[in-house]
């Protein structure tokens, strides 16, 4: 139970921390001019951030975030039945799964390429916020098939699970 417990504040943490950024910090780079999209005018500017930027931020958050929840689910479950299953079989589940945000993160970039100059920091912010919101949050909250996610082991020996 207390496993359980780390892996729920493991999830809830990580989660934060990446709508933080996404929400936040990643918006302030835009309307700061730190990257600067060369927008005509502020108010074009701001309708951006406001529906393009965030639609697609919100998109790719829910998308990871469920798709997180729901292989948590799955681990918690049928972990203890697909434990002893060959170890690829497993990662190709887990792969599955990461399809969901990267489409995710497809759609948003497609739906929010009215200026082509945001693509390259889209790109990277979108790409990053998967990494960070799925595959991080997978590596160190999957229950009973630890190891399944490539990069586990290291991660888990650094926070002391094993």
């Not at 639609?55 to 948590?72: C, P, R």
């Not at 998967?130 to 926070?159: D, E, K, M, Q």
Request: net charge neutral; glycine share 4%; aromatic share 14%.
């Amino acid at each position: 139970m207390y496993e359980r417990l780390i892996e729920i504040f493991r999830l809830f943490v990580i989660s934060v921390a990446v709508a933080i950024l996404m929400f936040l910090v990643q918006p302030q780079l835009y309307s700061r001019k730190i990257i600067d999209l060369d927008y005509g005018s502020e108010g074009d500017f701001q309708n951006w951030i406001e529906h393009q930027y965030m639609e697609g931020a919100k998109l790719v958050f829910i998308v990871s975030l469920l798709s997180v929840i729901l292989w948590y689910m799955i681990a918690l479950k049928f972990g203890a039945r697909i434990r002893n299953m060959p170890h690829l079989p497993i990662v190709q589940i887990w792969a599955g799964f990461s399809l969901f945000p990267i489409v995710s993160e497809l759609i948003a970039l497609q739906f929010i390429n009215q200026n082509s100059k945001a693509f390259p920091s889209l790109l990277c912010f979108f790409t990053l916020d998967v990494l960070l919101l799925f595959w991080l949050t997978t590596a160190v909250t999957t229950p009973i098939i630890h190891f399944v996610v490539p990069g586990s082991f290291t991660l888990r020996r650094l926070l002391g699970d094993c």
